[in-house]
Nanobody
Framework: QVQLVESGGGLVQAGGSLGLSCAASGRTFSPYRMGWFRQSPGKEREVVARINWSSGNTYYADSVQGRFIISRDNAKNTVYLQMNSLKPEDTAVYYC?????????????WGQGTQVTVSS
C-alpha cells in the first residue's frame, strides 16, 4: 500500500506563489508517473500537471502552462508543484496521485488533498 501526503496549501493573494509537496511512503515506491489534480466546488477534478517518474517528462494543462512547475525528487519519493502568478481561478483543493502501472491509464493512489485559496 502507498500513502501520499500533500502539504503546502494555504491562502495567497493573486499574483503570488505557493509550493506544494507530496511525499509517498508505505512500500518500495517506483511509479510510472505522478500527477497533480485540482477540484473546485461544482467542477470536476482536472489534471494540472504530471511527470514521468523515470524520465522527468512533464505535461501541463493549458490553464497553468508557463506558471506552474512540476518536479520530483526520486530519492525522497516526493513530487512538487511550484505555483507562480496565481489567479483566483486557481482556487481549489489540490490532490497528488500516483500511477503505478504503465499503460492502464489509471491513477492508483491519491492524497487527501490540500486547499489552495487565491484572493483577488
Amino acid at each position: 500500500q502507498v500513502q501520499l501526503v500533500e502539504s503546502g496549501g494555504g491562502l495567497v493573494q493573486a499574483g503570488g506563489s505557493l509550493g506544494l509537496s507530496c511525499a509517498a511512503s508505505g512500500r518500495t515506491f517506483s511509479p510510472y508517473r505522478m500527477g497533480w489534480f485540482r477540484q473546485s466546488p461544482g467542477k470536476e477534478r482536472e489534471v494540472v500537471a504530471r511527470i514521468n517518474w523515470s524520465s522527468g517528462n512533464t505535461y501541463y494543462a493549458d490553464s497553468v502552462q508557463g506558471r506552474f512547475i512540476i518536479s520530483r525528487d526520486n530519492a525522497k519519493n516526493t513530487v512538487y508543484l511550484q505555483m507562480n502568478s496565481l489567479k483566483p481561478e486557481d482556487t481549489a483543493v489540490y490532490y497528488c496521485a500516483a500511477d503505478i502501472k504503465i499503460g492502464d491509464g489509471a491513477w492508483d493512489y491519491w492524497g487527501q488533498g490540500t486547499q489552495v485559496t487565491v484572493s483577488s
